[in-house]
T-cell receptor, first 117, second 112 residues
Framework: GAVVSQHPSRVICKSGTSVKIECRSL??????MFWYRQFPKQSLMLMAT?????????EQGVEKDKFLINHASLTLSTLTVTSAHPEDSSFYIC?????????????FGPGTRLTVT | QKEVEQNSGPLSVPEGAIASLNCTYS??????FFWYRQYSGKSPELIMS????GDKEDGRFTAQLNKASQYVSLLIRDSQPSDSATYLC????????????FGKGTTLSVSS
């Protein structure tokens, strides 16, 4: 149980274009999903907390107009990187909590490696 | 600034030995603590969660929590080469909706 998928697993895009990353909870409902970014040799940095049916909460320093988050259902959250630049190249990972258990354990998706050329 | 500190390592142990990974945190109000394992190029995988002072055992893994000292550790018994990975300590901040703060991780290398 507690499987989270992400799509795509890897994407290369040109500078100035937008990229959408999907995060799905496959066997549970997730009222809250989280988006992280991880640069090489660094730890995970929380970008935003996504709540189903409401606006995402962004961490300090994360541009909400650049990283658009939509959490339209209990099993799907999307992150759109708009006007991507090479410095946005990173490993983007989502995670989700099981709403029914009330547990604070987070289950991670496999991640999306974004390369902006 | 809420912080989670880990020794980056690498921590090297021979196969069959006990690996001890340590983590300290700054937010005294933290209630929930997690250990994740991350292989290179992969996303983190939850190993253990611990909420109360003391030890919690699951197979070869034992998590230890001391809230008074703001310290949490992970012991891996009978270490295997497949345990070689980066281990991330994560702490849930009090008052934040399930937000986890991660340490930078400790790289463990188990030699056969």
């Amino acid at each position: 149980g507690a499987v989270v998928s992400q799509h795509p697993s890897r994407v290369i895009c040109k500078s100035g274009t937008s990229v959408k990353i999907e995060c799905r909870s496959l066997d549970f409902q997730a009222t809250t999903m989280f988006w992280y970014r991880q640069f090489p040799k660094q730890s995970l940095m929380l970008m935003a907390t996504s709540n189903e049916g409401s606006k995402a909460t962004y961490e300090q320093g994360v541009e909400k107009d650049k990283f658009l988050i939509n959490h339209a259902s209990l099993t799907l959250s999307t992150l759109t990187v708009t006007s991507a630049h090479p410095e946005d190249s990173s490993f983007y990972i989502c995670s989700a909590r099981d709403a029914l258990t009330g547990s604070h354990e987070q289950y991670f998706g496999p991640g999306t490696r974004l390369t902006v050329t | 600034q809420k912080e989670v500190e880990q020794n980056s390592g690498p921590l090297s142990v021979p196969e069959g030995a006990i690996a001890s990974l340590n983590c300290t945190y700054s937010d005294r109000g933290s209630q929930s603590f997690f250990w994740y394992r991350q292989y290179s190029g992969k996303s983190p995988e939850l190993i253990m969660s611990i909420y109360s002072n003391g030890d919690k055992e699951d197979g070869r893994f034992t998590a230890q929590l001391n809230k008074a000292s703001q310290y949490v550790s992970l012991l891996i018994r009978d270490s295997q080469p497949s345990d070689s990975a980066t281990y991330l300590c994560a702490v849930k901040l009090k008052g934040r909706e399930a937000a986890l703060i991660f340490g930078k991780g400790t790289t463990l290398s188990v030699s056969s």
